[in-house]
């Protein structure tokens, strides 16, 4: 930071030039953005309606960076128990994928934490209460099997000697089982798999800090690796190979929640690869940043935690294997549907590139996430009553209403950021920094040697930037005369402090 006089003379200098600048155009921050809609909260009813409003003051962070792992959260624990249904031959896991955008220091990691660190916990101990009990009979099982071998062993070599057909050997006393599991961070195919196998026959919940280096690593390991991810949205039948193990991992429904979070800067990154449907997939929040204030109220962590733990206690249908249980659409939700989906499908006629295939999964998030919403009001009501047999046309409205008016809004603004070129990416970065580090000039030496910010890291690249800052009226051209080994250093336009948003 400049010295006390230092920044008076500059002040100084700043306001007796002033008048000889030209406007700034700002437009070169937001990279042609689409603005981000406003988030329905009410569409969560009143009693998580509050408890995300609560969460989100305490994390001093929009209230979308709540919305989204709460939405990926409530979907693991609805898992396979409960299945939406919009006819006999279309239905739905409610597992659902969700990806905060942002700035570091906008809020991401605060608003998810009310969730991953106040209340999974706790849910995950609870999963927890009675696995030691179940591993102490498998043990025992396990020892009276093995002692049963030997004695069928011996019996075998009795025979043989007496020319007598052997008995049958001893039933197995099956895999040992495995500790119960909500969350994972560990991706690696085999890991996931053999937890869907055997730990988390509801799913799992995969949560990423940062989704740009998961989605680029899907391959590094594994050539099957983003293929097999894609296939774990779907709840199908999944086979996994193994190159040490001659037995395969059966999974009787790939599905999983993902939660995640990007920067902006590293939306690029994440979709250069080829459309498969894999992004389009992902729920996107990307709200502008709030003015940071300090919460004097935490949000009520027990009282999610006790409204989570209900939707804990939903099982499957039992069976060999156990099954989810439907749950359909009411009729007046099933004309919605019709509709809704007439609607989209028209929009994305028109559409190109990842937005047309973010409207082609439309229709099924739709229903996704109409499940979910019917179940999470069910999780804030008062007393026993049942989990919901149906999904009324009230939740397929408020679902429609999310996708509709918010994530497919949001995901235009997000394709359309990740499509800016390189250069305009460079001029809105340094731009950025500008604006938050308030230098006294942009000088491409330090910025190329000291800083190094994301895409600026030569003095090609930095040249570039400046001059199109030059153009919108942020800087000035270079002074006459600067040659090869002169000091490069851009003036600053003193009223981008003023416009500054």
Known sequence: MPRDGAAQVRAGIAAATTATWAEPDMAVLRLNRRPPPALPLAVFGQEWGAWIKDAAEAASCP??????????SV????????????????????HLWGAAV????????????????????????????????????WRVSAELAKAARET?????????KQNKTPPDPPAEPGPEPQAPRLRQNDVTIERVATLLAAAAPKGLLIVRDELAGWVAGMNSYNDAGRSFWVESFGGRPYRVERQKNPEPIIIPRLAVSVYGSVQPDRLGRLMRDADDGLLARILWAWPDPIPFRLSRQAPKSAWATEAFDRLRWLDLHSGDPPQPIMVPLDGDAVEMLEEFAQGIQERQA??????????GKARGLALRLSLVIEILWWSAEQGMTPAPAQISARAFAAAAHLIDDYFMPMADRVYGDAAASPGDRNTATLARWLLREKPDEVYVRHLQRKVRLPGLTTAEAIHGAAEALVEADWLAKLPPGVGHRARAAYPINPRIWEAAP
């Open 63 to 72: 209230p979308d960076y709540v919305v989204v792992p709460l939405l990926a």
């Open 350 to 359: 028109s559409a190109g590139g990842l937005m047309c295939s973010a409207l």
């Open 75 to 94: 979907s693991t624990l609805i898992g396979h128990a409960r299945w939406a249904q919009a006819t006999p031959g279309w239905f739905e896991p409610p």
């Open 152 to 160: 069928w062993q011996g019996e075998v070599r009795t025979a043989q």
């Open 102 to 137: 942002g700035d570091s220091g906008n809020g991401k990691s605060p608003g998810a934490d009310c969730l991953l660190r106040d209340v999974l916990p706790e849910i995950e101990r609870r999963m927890l209460s009675d696995f030691p009990d179940q591993l102490k009979a």
